[in-house]
């Protein structure tokens, strides 16, 4: 009797395990990241580590350049080398990337680009770009002062203009500055003065517009081309016995929740968004390729405008 019930219960134990579901596959993802230079990348970071977790089904690899192109190579080869299913690139800078994301692709691991773009001969080499459009963030924040010097009876007015741009050769870099220069060269009482970066750091920002107050007396209009580099504007400003937002309008790009701060506060003026929340999007757009799905090639993430007029309003909304 024990032997007829041992084998009727072997029987039903191993027909459950025919029909017992397969075990998920755990999906690796390979995170290249610029690095930890701002207020902004920190969210970015962020946003990717939450979304990329073992509960909802990942294995995230994890690397920070520290700003440093040779870093990223390093760190996409090592992806390769330990077989992940997807690359996720925040590049540095536009160029040199044909080599390593061709070795990408013969290993047969899709590349999606987040934040920054490439310039490659060959678009094939990455599946798809996540980002901001940094040209139209670029306008966006001409057409803003426009109106602002309309508003105050300051049309007619010859402006003085420094640009504080970032890391040079970034596409955050590159679509800012034309849609910035672009712009204020269509005004001819916009007198862009000088433009230098201060590769997106407060530290620099804060020095680099140290040099703009001692070279040029009179400056009227500060566009940084990240916060952390506005609120080094606003420290040299301060410095310099000016008050920022009112002796000189700042502009700025991100809007994370200290540049809510500082509007409020009356030391800037308005800034421009750059929203870093990119894990959802790149995890939604894995799933479809999961399925086999085709995506688009270009996505672009919702931005906004603030200044001091709706910044107290917004700041409960700020994720970041």
């Known amino acids: 009797m024990k032997k007829v019930l041992s084998l009727t219960l072997a029987s039903v134990i191993a027909g459950s395990m025919m029909f017992a579901a397969p075990a998920k596959k755990i999906i690796t993802v390979g995170y290249a990241q610029v690095g930890a230079e701002s207020d902004w990348r920190t969210a970015n970071t962020e946003s990717f580590k939450s979304t990329f ?16 192109q040779e870093n990223q190579i390093k760190a996409i080869r090592n992806f390769i080398q330990q077989d992940v299913d997807y690359i996720v690139v925040a590049p540095v800078v536009e160029t040199g990337w044909e080599t390593v994301l061709g070795e990408a692709k013969k290993a ?61 050769g970034s596409s955050a870099q590159v679509g800012r500055t034309e849609g910035i220069t672009k712009g204020l060269a269509k005004n001819p009482k916009y007198h862009l003065l000088a433009k230098q970066t201060g590769e997106f750091t407060q530290a620099k920002g804060q020095e680099v517009m140290e040099s703009f107050l001692k070279a040029y007396p009179k400056i009227d209009v500060v566009f940084c081309e990240n916060d952390n580099m506005a609120f080094g504007a606003i420290d040299a400003i ?20 200290e540049a ?4 409020i506060a009356g030391e800037l003026n308005c800034a421009c968004e750059c929203n870093p929340l990119h894990g959802p999007r790149v995890d939604q ?18 931005e906004g405008v603030f200044d001091q007029t709706n910044a107290a309003k917004e700041l409960p909304n700020r994720k970041y």
């Open 53 to 68: 977790t073992e509960a909802n089904g990942y294995k995230l690899i994890f690397d920070d350049a520290q700003q440093k």
């Open 108 to 168: 047969g691991i899709p590349v999606i680009l987040s934040d920054r773009q490439m310039k490659l001969s060959d678009d094939s080499l990455y599946t798809c770009w996540v980002g901001g459009n940094f040209l139209k963030e670029g306008q966006d924040s001409v057409i803003w002062l426009n109106n602002y010097v309309n508003k105050l009876g300051r049309a007619k007015d010859d402006l003085n203009i420094v640009l504080l741009q970032g890391t040079i």
């Open 238 to 257: 301060k410095a310099a016995g000016k008050k920022p937002g009112k002796d000189i309008i700042i502009i700025s790009f991100d809007a994370v929740h």
């Open 260 to 263: 809510f701060n500082r509007m």
């Open 285 to 302: 757009i894995i799933k479809q390729l999961q399925k086999g799905q085709k995506v688009q090639k270009i996505q672009y993430v919702t």
